[in-house]
């Protein structure tokens, strides 16, 4: 948690928390100010860091990815969850394989293969595309 990128939507909620909960400032330790998460917590005992945590939770929302980034992510920009590359399937290894599954369909049926030996040569077969 402490390496990856902070978001907004966790800034805004922990800001919008520290509303309804005794504890003040959640939000000031999240986005790495520590100082004033320790002034949130001490003035807690007053309306001030309630009042304080409205506002920049207000101001966390107005705040676009990119000025959120700057200002608080070290200019880093939160990337999306990359979808993983499928592996591309080389067209020729898949025709290969059809070929032996059919050669392998054709041993089961001449009774030469067990269904069990067919599946398992199926599932090793189909696995090497992916």
Not at 3 to 19: I, M
Not at 114 to 127: G, I, N, P, T, V
């Amino acid at each position: 948690m402490l390496a990856k990128p902070k978001t907004k939507k966790v800034a805004v909620l922990l800001a919008f928390l520290s509303v309804i909960t005794p504890i003040s400032g959640l939000h000031k330790f999240y986005l790495k100010q520590p100082v004033w998460g320790i002034f949130y917590l001490l003035l807690g005992f007053t309306p001030i860091p309630k009042i304080a945590s409205i506002i920049e939770g207000i101001w966390y929302l107005t705040q676009d990815q990119q000025e959120f980034d700057t200002n608080f992510n070290a200019g880093q920009v939160l990337q999306p969850a990359s979808t993983p590359a499928t592996a591309a399937v080389d067209p020729v290894q898949v025709s290969a394989i059809a070929d032996a599954l059919r050669q392998l369909d054709t041993l089961r049926q001449d009774g030469l293969i067990s269904e069990y030996e067919f599946e398992q040569k199926r599932r090793q077969l189909l696995d090497r595309i992916g």
